[in-house]
């Protein structure tokens, strides 16, 4: 007697209870522990490889590690794709994993969805201009949307690299150069990425580079990294820990070394560190090819030495290279590693495949409709319609000749404004430029009266004829606008610079349009801050534009009318010249600092440039104008046990509505160990009407007024402290306080 289809369903549902891992109901820890004790070794090891499926991020993958070999997936011996995407694609090779491989582990799909994903946001260290925790995280949230929509369920953001050096590409990545306020946002783009990770709708997030990769020597990518413990604690680790502390389900190994010793196999990083200290309960991944190139670091002899030493050393998935599933079995078997150093990275990657509810409903990522419906609606254009706007860094305004009116006569002048390629940076996902509003489109919308001219070529030189085009256009027009900088294509990784000043060819532009007498506005784009010095003389007004996104001719232009007054504050100083860099507001005091007037001889500072940055950290200027009175605190001395309040009242003193970012900083005078200058301890972005006045309050901890010893300890001492309050970090009121025992 012959089966039916419902004797042969009952059957398999049958077996299927048997087996407790398929077992909806049954608690994740107790599937995992039954799973695992049906994988060979081969599987196990399996779920540490990440192959390659599309865009490459590093270079030429080695043979193998190319267009998806279904039979690898039948045979367990993927646990991961990069850049597979697209929800009719991630299906298909899904439905191999879960129906055709012997246990039918799903497959996680991962992108670099740094700041959106067919929507694209302002690049992040634009984003953290706006102060905006609440909208950073709803950011996130827009791009982990339409990225699941994709099928994908893990991006690598946010990056928490905390760097002093703009000539690095990937400062666009992060969010500057101060540990806390990084924090603060490392943590909002974990939520805004992540939510609970149970509606199918936000992604794992993966909090990078681990650790101290924004110190890269000269900027340089892939750079040497040679920092202190002290540093590495008080500078480095914070925005780390406080994205890890925010849930992030995953952390990637760093290119760097640390101590001699490559992050990827560092004990003291990835052990020490993040599971001891952080209890960090998700799983690592290395960077791109990062456990072979330890060979080239002359820290390994070959692939096997590689390999275990980096598995040893905490490393759990491996992206791209492939040795694991090449290796790591005789490694085991040959007792170079533990089985139990295995188990704990498989259990750890197989928690997070439960919790994304991949064993359940196995594709509901990867939904056609929802895809389609998703991507770059009209409701996500809005919003980083807004992002964009809030981005923009108002330098300077001479004259109060921003905001303009619409029937202002306009010259656009400038390649970039209308070249929609150069519009984007390297890490925009799926991105399409084509899909984006250009300065030129969203600018001639508000100005009827606009007329355009290039000015210079592509690659930022100019000539005769494209200068002598410019000024005439420049003879009819009020105002002109000239768009400088560089290319959105020189952001990103493998994007270092060594020379940041604006181009010469535009330097000339602007010396010859100053001539006409007009009026410029310097309409800055460009992935990190730039020298800027040569053309402030140059221009009546700055406006630091960067690298805005889908939505970046609309929001220039709600900024450049006032439909949007600036708020932006800067994340990272901009030098007076390269030759200053690192320039930071939260620097150490020398034994013999700069006087008070810059006058005598033997103090630290250069003969030919001052000492401060050109535009310092927490600078940003509006179309109105803010007065800042009544400083003060509810005790001068206290307690570790106390809340110290901070109230400062903040007043619209100028013509238009504006919202203001109230920065509060603290000086230790006298510590175990030096402390900076100048350390961000608070802020609040505070909306204000024309004549409103609003009283801001800091409630300040102990934790506040502590720092690090060299072995991650927190020290709380007592003594004089200074605190500031103000609209900058130079511009700032200050009051004394003494912490006692």
Not at 317 to 336: D, T
């Amino acid at each position: 007697m012959g089966f039916s289809w419902v004797n042969i369903i009952a059957l398999a549902q049958f077996e299927n209870r048997k087996m407790l891992y398929k077992n909806p109901n049954a608690p994740i820890e107790k599937r995992i522990a039954d799973l695992m004790k049906r994988m060979t070794i081969e599987e196990k090891v399996g779920q540490l490889n990440q192959l390659n499926a599309g865009t490459l991020t590093g270079p030429a993958a080695p043979l193998g590690n190319k267009a998806p070999v279904m039979q690898e997936i039948r045979d367990g011996k993927v646990g991961s794709y990069l850049n597979l995407e697209g929800a009719a694609y991630t299906l298909k090779h899904q439905k191999v994993a879960v129906e055709e491989s012997r246990l039918g582990i799903p497959l996680l799909f991962a992108k670099d969805v740094i700041h959106g994903y067919k929507t694209i946001f302002p690049i992040p260290l634009a984003e953290a201009c706006s102060w905006d925790l609440k909208a950073i995280e709803q950011n996130a949230s827009v791009a982990s949307a339409e990225a699941t929509a994709a099928g994908l369920h893990w991006t690598f953001a946010p990056m928490c690299d905390i760097s002093t050096d703009p000539r690095w590409g990937r400062v666009m990545e992060g969010a500057g150069e101060d540990p806390y306020l990084g924090g603060l946002i490392g943590a909002a783009r974990v939520r805004g990425f992540q939510g609970d990770l149970s509606d199918g709708k936000h992604l794992m997030a993966c909090v990078k580079h681990f650790a101290a990769y924004g110190a890269v020597e000269a900027g340089k990518e892939y750079g040497h990294v040679d920092v202190s413990r002290f540093a590495l604690w008080n500078k480095y680790l914070p925005p780390y820990k406080a994205a890890i502390e925010a849930g992030a389900a995953t952390i990637m190994n760093s290119f760097n070394v640390f101590e001699g010793v490559p992050s990827t196999a560092n004990v003291y990083l990835n052990k020490t560190i993040l599971k001891d200290k952080f209890k960090f309960k998700g799983f690592a991944i290395s960077d791109w090819d990062t456990y072979t190139e330890m060979i080239n670091h002359g820290y390994a002899a070959n692939n096997q030495d590689a390999l275990a030493k980096a598995i040893n050393g905490g490393g759990m998935m491996e992206m791209n290279s492939s040795i694991s599933i090449q290796y790591l079995p005789q490694l085991i078997k040959e007792g170079k590693v533990s089985i139990k150093v295995l188990d704990e990275a498989v259990k750890r990657i197989l928690y997070y495949k439960f919790k994304l509810g991949l064993f359940d409903n196995s594709y509901r990522y990867s939904n056609e409709a929802r895809e389609k419906s998703e991507s770059l609606s009209a409701s996500n254009r809005a919003i980083a319609r807004k992002a964009a706007c809030s981005s923009m860094v108002l330098l300077k305004n001479e004259k109060e000749l921003l905001p303009l009116k619409t029937n202002t006569k306009v010259a656009l002048i400038g390649y970039y404004a209308k070249s929609k390629a150069d519009m984007f940076d390297f890490w925009v996902a799926k991105g399409d430029y084509n899909q984006a509003v250009s300065m030129f489109e969203g600018l001639s919308a508000k100005f009827p009266n606009l007329k355009y001219s290039e000015g210079y070529s592509s690659d930022a030189t100019t000539t005769d004829s494209l200068i002598n085009a410019a000024l005439e256009v420049a003879k009819n027009a009020d105002v002109l606008l000239v768009n400088i900088g560089l290319s959105g294509n020189k952001a990103g990784e493998d994007r270092s610079l060594a020379n940041i000043k604006i181009p010469l060819g535009q330097q000339r532009l602007l010396t010859e349009l100053r001539k006409t007498g007009k009026p410029i506005v310097a309409l800055v784009s460009s992935g990190r801050p730039m020298v800027l010095t040569q053309i402030t003389g140059l221009a009546d007004a700055i406006l630091q534009c960067w690298i805005p996104g889908t939505e970046t001719g609309n929001a220039l232009a709600d900024v450049l009318t006032g439909a949007y007054n600036p708020s932006a504050k800067t994340v990272m100083s901009f030098p007076v010249d390269e030759g200053q860099i690192p320039v930071y507001y939260n620097y150490f005091n020398t034994g013999r600092p700069t006087s008070a007037d810059g006058s005598g001889n033997w103090f630290a500072r250069y003969r030919d440039i001052p000492n401060e940055a050109l535009f310092p950290f927490g600078y940003g200027l509006s179309y109105t104008t803010f007065a800042y009175s009544d400083l003060k605190t509810d005790k001068t001395t206290f307690s570790k046990s106390d809340i110290v309040n901070v109230n400062i009242t903040v007043k619209n003193t100028g013509k238009y509505d504006g919202g203001e970012v109230v920065q509060l900083y603290i000086r230790d005078l006298a510590a175990s160990y030096i402390r900076p200058v100048k350390e961000l301890k608070a802020f609040e972005k505070v909306a204000l009407k024309v004549g409103e006045e609003k009283q801001v309050r800091f409630a300040l901890t102990a934790n506040d007024f502590s720092f690090y010893d060299m072995d991650g300890n927190t020290l709380l001492e007592s003594g004089d402290f200074e605190i500031y309050v103000g609209g900058s970090s130079s511009n700032v009121s200050k009051f004394d306080l003494k912490l006692i025992k």
